[in-house]
């Protein structure tokens, strides 16, 4: 039996046009956490238990304060040549096997940077099949 999540979003441009869509997304299982990170600090947090853990196909980011200097990354930002990072001066919303392909396969673990002078929390949702 799997879990179903109920999706649904609305962009609407002011004097133009708008853009909606709703549906659902059904996974084995639904792993949420929020994570703290400090003021000038990088967490590396563990997404998935193993490379065991399944297909991922909804992963949502979403921190408590938006902001270009509060990114994300697939491997160490201290690493040389420094990985690609993304900001969170919105939220992340990846719905559906294809637009989760977009990530790393398996996506293990991810980086938080907050290079802000204020503690963030990044609150994160992964949907997962739970056999690979």
Known sequence: MGVTANWYFEIDV????SVSGRGT???DT?????VDVDAAAVKAVDLLPDTAAGKVSLLVLKPSALSDQVTFSFKDPAGTPP?????????VVLIGAGAVQLLPSPPLKLWLKNATADP????ILIGRDTTP
């Open 14 to 17: 002011v004097d133009g046009h």
């Open 25 to 27: 997304e059904t996974t």
């Open 30 to 34: 639904v792993d949420f956490s929020s």
């Open 83 to 91: 990985p690609p990072s993304f900001s969170l001066e919105a939220p």
């Open 120 to 123: 963030v929390a990044v609150d």
